[in-house]
Structure formats: C-alpha cells, structure tokens
C-alpha cells in the first residue's frame, strides 16, 4: 500500500518527456512532425544550426573578378610587346647599349608575364580572358587570314616598324599562341582546384 508521500517521490523521480519542458514560465516545445527538435543552449534559447545548400554567390565577387581581370588584359600585351622588343634591339649587337638592353627587356617581359600568371591563380578569370584575348584570338585570325594579321599589326597607332614585324613574327612562328594557351590554361587550373577544395 502505496502512501501520498510515496506517490509525490515517484512523481517528481519522473524524468520529463522530450516534448515537455518542465521550467516554469515555460511553454512545452513543439516539434514538426519528420524534423528533429533544434538543440538549446545552456541559456534555453535554441541554438541556430546552419545548413549547407552548397555553393552561393557571393555578391562581392563580381567586384573582385573585374577589375583583375581589365588589369590582366591591359598588362599583357605590354608584357608580350617588350619580350618582342627585346628580340629587336637583341639584333643590334654592334652596339653596347642595346647589348644590354635587350636582355634588360627580356627579363622585365617574363616578370610581366609572371605577374598576369599570378593574377590567374589569385582570379581564373583574369588568365582566361587575357590569354584569349592576347594569345588565342590572334592565333586564329592568324591562321584563318595571315595576310590581314601584319597589316592589323602595323595599323596600331604609336608602333614602330621593328617592333611590328618582331610582333608579326612572333604570332606567325606560333609564340604568341603559347603565352595564350598557357595563360588560358593556368586560369582554367586554378579555377578546377578551388571548386574541388573543400568550402
């Protein structure tokens, strides 16, 4: 025979069910049929949980993306006309200071290109666009219309003789195609690895 003491002891040695939440001041959570009840903090508020819907766009990108790439397009030809140079005040060999100026331009055009490469890996789209723009299209103007090419060439305002044929020789021999491909392809590596790390 149980007493009214006993049955107050059992009573309160109950533990609460899952739904209920026995603080006073305190409505009973309600869980959704399907979905787990949302995990409390040590104050009783619920604790958010963040979802993972994969990736968003970020509205910040668009703002980055542009202007590196309008840089890397603006930096590579300078990039592609001083190697070129190089080539022509390499040839003038009897005098001393295009002796070392050559070789001065030489290494300031790989820097240059180096430097659009490194804009490549920091925003893919950089090297994509600069190497179509500067390497990929002229090849194919070149191979589609090769007698078009010199006089496109030779047409840019402020450009010397030497240096168009230098550049004319360069697109025909298939270097400017190179620097393109390579640009193009550092940029499309770069993109591939970052959608494959991890966040």
């Given at each position: 025979?149980?007493?009214?003491?006993?049955?107050?002891?059992?009573?309160?040695?109950?533990?609460?069910?899952?739904d209920?939440?026995?603080?006073?001041?305190k409505?009973p959570?309600?869980?959704?049929?399907g979905?787990?009840a949302?995990?409390?903090?040590?104050?009783?508020?619920?604790?958010?949980?963040?979802?993972?819907?994969?990736?968003?766009?970020?509205?910040g990108?668009?703002?980055?993306?542009?202007?590196?790439?309008?840089?890397a397009?603006?930096?590579?030809?300078?990039?592609?006309?001083?190697a070129?140079?190089?080539?022509?005040?390499?040839?003038?060999?009897?005098?001393?200071?295009?002796r070392?100026?050559?070789?001065?331009?030489s290494?300031?055009?790989?820097?240059?290109?180096?430097?659009?490469?490194g804009?490549?890996?920091?925003?893919?789209?950089a090297?994509?666009?600069?190497?179509?723009?500067?390497?990929?299209?002229?090849?194919?103007?070149?191979?589609?219309?090769?007698r078009?090419?010199?006089?496109?060439?030779?047409?840019?305002?402020?450009?010397p003789?030497?240096?168009?044929?230098?550049?004319?020789?360069?697109?025909?021999?298939?270097?400017?195609?190179?620097?393109?491909?390579?640009?193009a392809?550092?940029?499309?590596?770069a993109?591939?690895?970052?959608?494959?790390?991890p966040?």
């Open positions: 025979m149980t007493t009214g003491v006993d049955k107050s002891t059992a009573a309160q040695s109950r533990a609460p069910d899952a209920t939440d026995t603080r006073p001041g409505a959570a309600k869980v959704l049929p979905r787990a949302a995990p409390e903090r040590s104050d009783g508020r619920p604790e958010r949980v963040r979802r993972d819907d994969g990736p968003r766009w970020r509205p990108r668009w703002g980055r993306s542009l202007p590196v790439s309008l840089f397009v603006m930096l590579t030809p300078v990039a592609i006309g001083i070129a140079n190089s080539a022509v005040t390499g040839g003038r060999w009897w005098d001393t200071g295009d070392w100026l050559s070789p001065a331009q290494v300031l055009g790989a820097v240059l290109l180096l430097v659009v490469a804009l490549a890996m920091y925003e893919p789209a090297g994509v666009v600069a190497g179509v723009v500067w390497g990929i299209a002229p090849a194919v103007v070149q191979i589609v219309a090769p078009e090419t010199y006089r496109l060439i030779s047409a840019s305002p402020g450009l003789a030497d240096l168009a044929r230098a550049l004319h020789t360069w697109l025909s021999s298939g270097v400017v195609l190179v620097f393109g491909v390579l640009l392809g550092i940029g499309i590596i993109a591939l690895r970052r959608r494959r790390l966040g």
